[in-house]
């Protein structure tokens, strides 16, 4: 059984999760559909939403939150965090990415090849 190498991928390439949190449903799927869509990355999950409760500009503010994860390669993260970045409604819009250590060879493949300019 190959579980994949701590690049992530037979080819060397490191593969990421990034992640943001929204207030709004559709927004979320439009960010998850359009980073797909332009192949900054190979898949958007959207969780299903959570409570947020968090300090903003002095005052202890309640949300519900939809969480955006993606699954990227470190190459095409400066690109995915650009485009994020400008199509986020927040001020500060969380991003979070955690590296990948370890996976299914075939996954962190597919990931690497999805997000491949063609």
Sequence with gaps: MTTGTRTGTRTGT???IAQT????????GELARG???LRLAACAHIDPPVTAVYRWKGT?????????SYRTTRDRLPAL???VGAEHAYDVPEWIVLPVTTGSAAYL??????TTRE
């Design 14 to 16: 490191e593969i990421v």
């Design 60 to 68: 202890v503010e309640t949300a519900t939150e939809w969480r955006v």
């Design 21 to 28: 949190t929204i207030d709004d449903e559709l927004k979320a």
């Design 81 to 83: 965090t650009e485009w």
């Design 109 to 114: 493949s597919w990931v690497a090849e999805e």
């Design 35 to 37: 980073a797909v869509e």
